[in-house]
């Protein structure tokens, strides 16, 4: 299907102009672009699959799946390692699927217009032989005008946006508005997986020239409560805040954070996870963890890229056992229940090893099976009761 072209001139904050033009059309990537490129690559690997069978039994036509990526770049880095368009593209390549990915590339810098366009048109061969992927020629244009007048194109033609995933990795933290990811996630199985720049949004952030790209990103004014704190409760209040704000603004029912350190341990970004599925968040958890097994989701520039290594074990069976057993006291749950409250308020997506746990330490008690129930928790209509300080 041909989509709306894009023609416009690129309508940028200075903020990302400034951000986006030091640096040059190719530039070397840093260790936390691996990790944050990994956990795409995991997700899309079990993303694209799901999507794709989901879509398959849609009544909407054509059947499809999107993948969107708002800052392309150039398509690869110094080093020739590839970005995330070549990522996600390589991925639908080498993956078997019931309905193809329709990719949608945007970028507002010419010269890395023109690079991504070139390694797309190098892949044209493999592209033209595959069932599972079609790929536009990239927009040129700034992703909060291109998006939103591709989602009007579909909105005038009554067709379906979606099954999709938008990937919004901005520079800096003001490209990206609260309105444009809530625009995306009006439509159903639909996804947005975005960046914020900490580093800056707390160098900027009492300056008054930057109040309106505050104010842009966060769909309001509530940002401002954080001005005068010290920072580590500035910090958590803008995470916080923002993370409130896609919840009631861009009506995300679920939303996943992921922290970036540096060397020094200070936080550099956040990547943020929006779905309205549990088992979209159950898949991006997964993708997590696989690069740092803690939960805590941190990763920091002092560990090799190429292994990608634990930071802690702060957030292990052990730990979710204790959370339960507190947190669910004296309450009556079924499997599926408990799965939920794990995605939903713990860093955790396994759980089935903590029950055990807890059955062994007898704070947990099977209340209900359903009949040829095996033993274990696999059935989810399993009841199961949590009582911290009863022997049962």
């Not at 790929?135 to 099954?163: M, Q």
Request: overall charge neutral; glycine content about 6%; some cysteine.
């Amino acid at each position: 299907m041909q989509l709306l072209k894009w023609s416009g001139s690129p309508l940028l904050s200075p903020q990302q102009s400034e951000m986006s033009d030091s640096l040059p059309t190719v530039w070397p990537a840093d260790p936390h672009t691996f990790a944050k490129h990994a956990i795409l690559k995991r997700f899309l690997e079990a993303w694209f699959p799901i999507l794709s069978r989901q879509a398959a039994t849609l009544a909407t036509s054509p059947r499809k799946i999107l993948y969107v990526d708002g800052f392309a770049g150039p398509g690869e880095y110094e080093g020739r390692e590839p970005g995330s368009p070549v990522i996600a593209l390589n991925v639908a390549l080498n993956t078997r699927l019931p309905t193809p990915v329709h990719f949608v590339f945007v970028e507002h810098r010419p010269d890395r217009h023109a690079h991504l366009t070139q390694i797309i048109d190098r892949e044209r061969s493999r592209i033209g032989a595959s069932t599972n992927v079609v790929v536009e020629t990239p927009y040129l244009g700034s992703c909060d005008e291109v998006l939103p007048a591709i989602l009007n194109d579909y909105d005038r033609r009554g067709i379906e946006f979606g099954p999709a995933l938008a990937f919004l990795d901005q520079f800096g933290y003001s490209a990206v508005s609260m309105n444009l990811i809530g625009r995306i996630m009006r439509y159903r199985q639909c996804e947005v997986f975005s960046y914020l720049d900490y580093k800056d949004m707390n160098r900027w952030i009492s300056d008054p020239d930057k109040q309106s790209a505050f104010t842009r990103a966060y769909g309001g004014e509530e940002w401002r409560d954080a001005v005068p704190l010290p920072e580590a409760r500035r910090r958590a209040m803008l995470l916080d805040r923002y993370k409130a704000a896609l919840r009631s603004r861009a009506k995300v029912q679920y939303v996943q954070s992921f922290s970036m350190f540096d060397q020094a341990g200070a936080l550099l970004y956040w990547l943020l996870f929006c779905t309205n599925h549990l088992k979209g968040l159950e898949e991006m958890k997964k993708a997590m963890w696989k690069v740092d097994g803690s939960g805590g989701f941190r990763f920091s520039d002092r560990d090799d890229p190429d292994q990608l290594q634990l930071l802690d074990q702060a957030f292990g069976q052990d730990w979710l056992a204790d959370t339960l057993a507190v947190e669910l006291d004296s309450q009556s749950l079924s499997i599926e229940e408990v799965q939920a409250f794990v995605l939903t308020r713990t860093p955790c997506y396994l759980f089935k090893a903590a029950l055990n746990k807890l059955l062994a330490r007898r704070q947990l008690s099977v209340v209900s099976r359903p009949p040829g129930s095996k033993s274990g928790f696999a059935d989810e209509k399993i009841v199961v009761r949590f009582e911290r300080n009863s022997l049962f």
